[in-house]
């Protein structure tokens, strides 16, 4: 719901500005001041997109904790944990491969079976487009 006020309401500004600029200013520069404030609307709404649950685009950490993938029609939504950030977990969006998609494969059957996976980017690794290859931490149990 928070989304959708906050660009509800930018939508409103963004038509103030553009009817101020249509009535008030002449018409060389009414044309910069229309693109200054698109190019700024749209740099607005991608940052915001960003910075919500959205999965983004951006590049993964060199090494992150994987903690879920899902395939959908021509992509995979991952949800990973930086190791270097004590941020919360975020979600990618990568583009499909056959290649990532058996890595990734391998790392969800690998989760399901209670090991713990994570993810290390790899330019080396040719697998993938991502470098991406999987590392099993050995998960240490306290003594009784």
Known sequence: MNILL??????????????????????????????????????????IFDSLGYPVISD?????????????????IILIKDFSEEDIPRLYKLEYSKDLEDTLNDAMTD???GKRVIGVIDDSNDDNHYGISIKHIKKLVPDK
């Open 6 to 47: 906050i660009i509800i309401s930018l939508t409103i500004i963004y038509g103030l500005l553009i009817y101020i600029i249509l009535k008030n200013v002449n018409f060389k520069k009414m044309i910069y001041l229309s693109i200054s404030i698109l190019v700024f609307f749209i740099f607005l709404q991608i940052k």
């Open 60 to 76: 993964l950490p060199k090494s992150f904790d994987i903690l879920y993938v899902e395939k959908s029609e021509s992509q995979f």
């Open 111 to 113: 989760i399901s079976n």
